[in-house]
């Protein structure tokens, strides 16, 4: 572009640098203020979704509905004092929060919102930027993720938040394996690192969408693991109050702690949209024939399926226990990873060809039932021989054992 500037009028391409780089500033405020914005409305729906769903009001005090009751917790926070703990470590302590929050702007920006808007004689993608590698810094900010959540904990000079962050950790970095292998089975059959370019390929029609084409196990095991990632429940384990305080932020107050509460319903959104991006075309559906609004209707459709992800969040938390953390491990490590990795050989196998395809379905299913006897039997062993062939009904609780234990000592 610089040697294009550099053969025409120098005013001509000053201005239209600049334009570009208005152009640029424009796109990056917008995408920043619609994310700042729905985090706002997603606090007020989840917390109004719930109370419906348990038969309770929900906020109704501040503004209509409650609307404005988010923006009254939030300036309570900004007003709270602002404690550092004595044992921390401050320049970590104030860096972690920013290092959760900024990974969700960032991955936010690389989401097409909708189709192509011409302005000013320019043709504008409604998406604040579109690099060629855009998955690729999707997986690189939930790198980022997990080292704001452990200098979190670490930082804090307190037992219970270190604890909590190298669990957070642990459980990130699993489910962040299936998660990988999940997108690069998209990338195998867009043949694109670019989110734009993987909105392209799904955009002729409901058939062309990936949870059509790759099957719906990508999709199943894509929502599970980033579910776990953003330690959203039934994951949230990591904040497990009865059995680490509050978690990893348990040190943080005022401004701090809401950046991280601001973090956990801007990821939220942001991963909805990525979800919409990769398996539902993102802005494409059915556009009517109106010449002035068709650059509408893309926003619409998006906007219409990143919601249902943020209802089914919402649902989420509001029906489903919490999982225990060897069951949230073993979810990960002896089901996702296997079934993420065989299907995507799967797809690779059919993108090769029809017969390469169904020999690889044919060793996957082959591994899949070897790996799961070997689990089974492993779990077995490890409970003992006499408790797997005892019935139900015979065998002792734990409570009587310990009683006929002690009536034996006390003997």
């Not at 109004?48 to 501040?62: A, E, L, N």
């Not at 000013?120 to 590698?133: D, R």
């Not at 009865?242 to 990821?267: C, K, P």
């Not at 089974?376 to 015979?394: N, Q, Y």
Request: charge should be neutral.
């Amino acid at each position: 572009m610089s040697a294009w500037l550099g053969s025409v009028d120098p005013l001509y391409a000053h201005g239209v640098t600049f334009a570009v780089f208005a152009i640029v500033v424009i796109r990056l405020v917008a995408a920043f203020s619609v994310l700042m914005g729905a985090v706002i409305v997603m606090i007020w729906f989840e917390r109004k979704t719930i109370s419906d769903m348990q038969s309770r009001i929900g906020p109704q005090r501040w503004g209509p509905f409650g609307l404005f009751q988010t923006l009254a917790d939030g300036i309570k926070l900004i007003l709270k004092e602002d404690l550092i703990p004595s044992e921390a470590d401050r320049f970590v302590f104030k860096l972690a929060p920013y290092l959760v929050v900024l990974p969700a702007v960032i991955t936010f920006a690389i989401v097409p919102v909708g189709g192509t808007l011409t302005i000013a004689g320019h043709s504008v993608q409604l998406q604040a930027a579109n690099p060629p590698m855009g998955i690729l810094l999707m997986l690189a900010m939930s790198g980022i993720s997990v080292y704001g959540v452990m200098l979190a904990g670490w930082s804090s000079g307190s037992k219970y938040p270190l604890l909590s962050s190298v669990r957070a950790s642990a459980q990130m970095i699993s489910y962040e394996a299936a998660l990988g292998m999940t997108i690069v089975t998209i990338v195998l059959a867009t043949g694109s690192l670019s989110t734009h370019d993987i909105v392209t390929a799904q955009g002729h029609g409901i058939l062309h969408w990936n949870l059509i084409r790759l099957g719906v196990v990508p999709f199943v095991v894509f929502l599970i693991a980033i579910t776990a990632e953003l330690n959203r429940p039934p994951f949230d384990v990591v904040e497990a109050e009865s059995e680490l305080v509050g978690g990893f932020h348990t040190e943080y107050s005022s401004f701090r702690f809401a950046i991280f509460f601001l973090a956990e319903y801007m990821n939220t959104i942001t991963m909805s949209a990525i979800m919409v991006t990769l398996f539902f075309g993102g802005p494409a559906g059915w556009i009517p024939n109106v010449a002035h609004l068709r650059w509408v209707f893309p926003i619409l459709w998006f906007l219409v399926k990143t919601v249902v992800f943020a209802f089914c969040y919402v649902w989420f938390r509001a029906s489903l226990p919490r999982l225990r953390y060897d069951q949230l491990m073993d979810l990960g490590w002896k089901r996702l990873i296997p079934l993420s990795l065989g299907w995507m050989l799967i797809v690779a196998g059919f993108i090769v060809n029809r017969a390469w395809g169904f020999a690889m379905a044919g060793v996957v299913l082959l591994a899949w039932l070897l790996l799961t006897r070997a689990f089974e039997l492993g779990h077995r062993r490890e409970r003992g021989a006499s408790s797997v062939l005892a019935p139900v009904g015979e065998r002792p609780l734990p409570g009587e054992v310990l009683r006929a234990r002690t009536d034996e000592e006390e003997g």
